[in-house]
């Protein structure tokens, strides 16, 4: 009995796409044909968003993972700058700053009268704590690169704080901006994971483990106070569930929704809102160019002439926009490259002949669990197959991924979005998954790091976008859209995703 | 019946610790670290270095099995890698979803089923019973987490009775947890229910044939009450088999419909925390699991006893 219950476990996963489009179609059928419900009579001050994944824990200097920023980014926390909705930096805790002129010494005035949630008094000693817990030893930040740089934390009064660095970081002030650089306070450390205590217009209240986040308004909020007096976020990863929920107002906003096929037909409700907006994430074919016959630019060219990124994008209907290199049209210094290998499958097998890649020549495609992997690697295999080459399809798990693929760099190929914003450097790191090692590309951006005219550093974005388009080490796919489902009249949600966030701040209810 | 007990007690201590062993050996040689997935891509070596050594990965292979039993033989579960909290805690919460949710399911679906095997059996070959064990075949053929979505489509989409998804949580009334609870609860019994009626009817059928109900009916008991009195008690045996297999499916095999449902329950703790190498989590649960398994069967052995005067539980005849 108990086998043949497990049997229809696995059964499911196998129909579960099929019965999930199905399902969706009926439920959809059904709720544009019930009748509206009724209008509340008050505003409405409460929100329910809801979020696929389930954060591991609630601190964001301790882990990577985006639905910890999800949940607490700028609606707990907030650091020194914070990004906007358009990927600016922006003043956070510190309310201007200057720079001194070799680019070495940052100057933060700090607001005066902040406090965090547990009353602990906001000023430059949490400044030094936070940065130097991230510099430890024993740190577990995620992105301590960040703080690298940094030399030294002075503080000549409390509401000054001098960051001088070792060498000059262009980027710096957007990196302090990131949920991994948000101030903590030394008496509460103990507990953040799990109670965690900020100085942001919300405040914890409590979190139902596998179901919801709850937060209330923060009355002593330093700054404009937030509209909502109250909000909870649950965690739906089943796309009919999430669905179901959004149609039967249960949830009144998903920033991020995972059930594409549902979105014609809630479009054309007048009930909710479909916002497509951009992320951060480039969605890559990446390469091993350590191995054969990847070491080969013709043959890193000649995957990039053979794979369609239009059609690519249509066929897993994500709204993605193609990229040409490692970088997203909605960041600031954005160089379209997305001509450089027009779809051209003649070209691709002359190339590929030219570098004696024989026609049937096998290669395997490592598949981590999301859908752009998973069937935009089926897609990308029957583009390949049209230019002579012969791809083996590996799905894995994503823990398996990180250990072969990104630990070991044991692949020929694999797709998958690098969410981190703006992050050229990883092209110029000594040891990378798929080892790209190029001088040139290395002495320019270290130019860039170093520049710190506006007009130069943009001038130098571009020059390293075009260096990896050149180049090819990865086949550039396209942009990861953010597809956003919300109750229209729900206002102030960010329709773009510089980085994962889902700042509540300015949230409301139009009525 | 005190050897049994014994007998009982050193299998179920047999069975944890050979539980224990696999599950531990299976998650070492699973591909994957726990810290590079807490930290992400982005993470430096040193940085990957300290985490493992906050969560004790470091340690040899050996030593880390042996403190973890040694943890569970003194009532300690040890601290999830992700969550950061304590195992048991984590068990403790999900327990609250999960135990009321298998007992309801199970409720209903014995609610369901006995009537209408003992009715299909009654109509043997009738209209009646043709119906009910199509209607039965049906529900096994029904995937009970297709069923939940029609369920949510008919009475939260449709109807606005009662929530999509999620659970109140007990501190939100016992009213409001149990009425989050029931649509789940249905799509799990209605599947469960419908193999129950089968066994139901057959084990009721073979009874009916039996000496005893014949005696009973010649000496004048109408049908109805020879039928509920003589014949039902006698084919409870393999009904109260099956509901504990069922009851132990119940526990953790519930992952679809809780995530159909969005409920926290047992079944997506252990699916993320596989997911997540949350390997401390995973080996726990498995062992509890286990246990709980074994008690069940035990359960349903002394059940055995109390059904049947003749079954005696020391093994002697």
């Keep these: 009995m108990l086998l043949f219950r497990t049997h229809k476990i696995f059964g499911w996963f196998r129909m579960s796409r099929y019965f999930e489009r199905l399902l969706t179609a009926s439920l959809l059928a059904t709720a544009l044909a019930a009748p509206a419900f009724a209008a509340p009579a008050v505003a409405r001050d409460t929100l329910t968003l809801g979020m696929v994944l389930e954060p591991p824990f609630l601190d964001p200097t301790a882990g990577a993972a985006a639905a910890i920023r999800e ?54 000693s949490i400044v030094k704590f936070s940065y130097e817990r991230a510099l430890a030893p024993d740190s577990v930040n995620a992105q301590k690169g960040l703080f690298e740089p940094i030399a030294s934390i002075a ?84 796309p009919s569930a999430a669905t179901a929920a959004i149609l039967a107002g249960d949830i009144d906003a998903f920033p991020q929704f995972a059930a594409p096929e549902a979105l014609d037909a809630i479009k054309a409700n007048p009930k909710f809102v479909v916002d497509i907006g951009s992320t951060a994430g480039k969605t890559i074919l990446s390469l091993n160019n350590d191995r054969a016959p990847f070491t080969d630019v013709r043959v890193r060219r000649a995957l990039a002439y053979a794979i369609d990124r239009t059609a690519l994008v249509e066929a897993l209907s994500n709204y993605g926009k193609p990229i040409g290199s490692h970088y997203v049209p909605s960041d600031a210094g954005y160089v379209d490259f997305t001509g450089a ?80 914003a703006r992050d050229l450097d990883i092209y110029a790191r000594d040891k990378y998954y798929f080892n790209y090692h190029s001088p040139e590309y290395r002495a320019l951006f270290a130019q860039y790091q170093q520049a710190t005219d506006p007009a130069k550093q943009v001038e130098l974005l571009g020059a390293l976008q075009r260096k990896l388009s050149e180049d090819e080490p990865n086949v550039f796919l396209f942009a990861l859209a953010k597809i956003g489902v919300w109750n229209a009249k729900v206002k102030g949600l960010w329709d773009n995703s510089p980085i994962p966030a889902n700042d509540l701040s300015g949230v409301y209810w139009a009525d | 019946m005190n050897g049994f007990l014994a007998k009982r007690l050193v299998a179920l201590v047999l069975t944890l610790l050979a539980a224990s062993l696999v599950v531990f050996l299976v998650l070492e040689v699973l591909p994957g670290d726990p810290a590079s997935l807490i930290l992400g891509t982005s993470a430096r070596e040193d940085t990957l270095a300290a985490l493992r050594h906050q969560m004790g990965l470091d340690r040899p292979v050996w030593l880390r099995y042996l403190s973890w039993v040694y943890g569970l033989v003194k009532g300690d579960f040890g601290t999830s890698y ?41 109509r043997r070959g009738k209209a009646a019973d043709t119906t009910l064990m199509g209607a039965s075949q049906l529900g096994m053929a029904l995937p009970n987490f297709w069923l939940g979505i029609l369920l949510i489509l008919l009475f939260s989409v449709t109807l606005h009775w009662l929530p999509a998804g999620g659970f109140a949580g007990w501190d939100a009334g016992v009213g409001r947890a149990l009425a989050t609870l029931l649509l789940p609860a249905l799509a799990l019994a209605l599947p469960q229910a419908a193999i129950l009626a089968r066994v139901t009817r057959s084990a009721v059928l073979e009874t009916l044939g039996q000496d005893y109900v014949r005696t009973a009916l010649a000496k004048g008991l109408t049908g109805t ?39 926290p329950g047992l079944g997506r703790l252990v699916f993320q925390a596989i997911e997540q190498r949350d390997l401390i989590v995973v080996e726990d649960l498995v062992v509890l699991l286990a246990g709980s398994v074994i008690v069940v069967n035990f359960a349903v052995d002394m059940l055995y006893a109390v059904l049947d005067p003749r079954v005696r539980l020391d093994g002697a005849t």
């Design chain 1, 71 to 124: 949940v607490t980014y700028q609606n707990i926390y907030e650091g020194l700058t914070r990004i906007d909705a358009k990927g600016d930096v922006k003043p956070g805790l510190a309310e201007s700053w200057t720079i001194s002129a070799d680019g070495l010494t940052y100057t933060f005035k700090l607001h005066s009268g902040v406090s965090f949630h547990d009353g602990t008094k906001f000023d430059c």
């Design chain 1, 155 to 238: 503080c000549p009064d409390p509401t000054t704080a001098v960051i001088t660095l070792k060498r000059p970081v262009g980027t710096f002030l957007f990196g302090m901006g990131w949920g991994d650089a948000v101030m903590v306070a030394p008496n509460s450390i103990a507990t953040e994971k799990t109670i965690p205590v900020g100085t942001g217009p919300f405040r914890f209240k409590r979190w139902v483990k596998g179901d919801r986040v709850e937060m209330e308004r923060n009355p002593d909020y330093w700054g404009a106070k937030p509209k909502l007096a109250a909000v909870t976020m649950r965690f739906v990863s089943d």
């Design chain 1, 341 to 420: 290998y027009p779809y051209d499958p003649a070209r691709a097998k002359a190339l590929l002949a030219e570098a004696g890649v024989k026609p049937g020549t096998e290669m395997t495609l490592k598949l981590p669990p999301p859908a752009y992997a998973r069937r935009g690697g089926e897609v990308i295999a029957a583009m390949l197959e049209q230019v002579g080459l012969k791809v083996k399809l590996v799905p894995m798990e994503f823990a398996q991924w990180l250990d072969q693929v990104f630990k070991q760099s044991d692949f020929d190929m694999t797709i998958i979005a690098h969410t981190e």
């Design chain 2, 82 to 122: 992700t969550y950061n909290v304590p195992v048991a805690e984590l068990i403790g919460e999900r327990v609250v979803v999960s135990l009321p949710l298998a007992i309801m399911a199970i409720l209903l679906s014995t609610l369901i089923a006995i009537p209408t095997g003992v009715m299909a059996a009654a």
């Design chain 2, 225 to 263: 009450v020879a039928l509920w009195r003589h014949a039902l008690p006698n084919a409870l045996i393999p009904v109260v088999t099956i509901i504990g297999l069922q009851f132990s499916f119940l526990l953790a095999g519930t992952v679809i419909i809780e995530n159909v449902f969005t409920l």
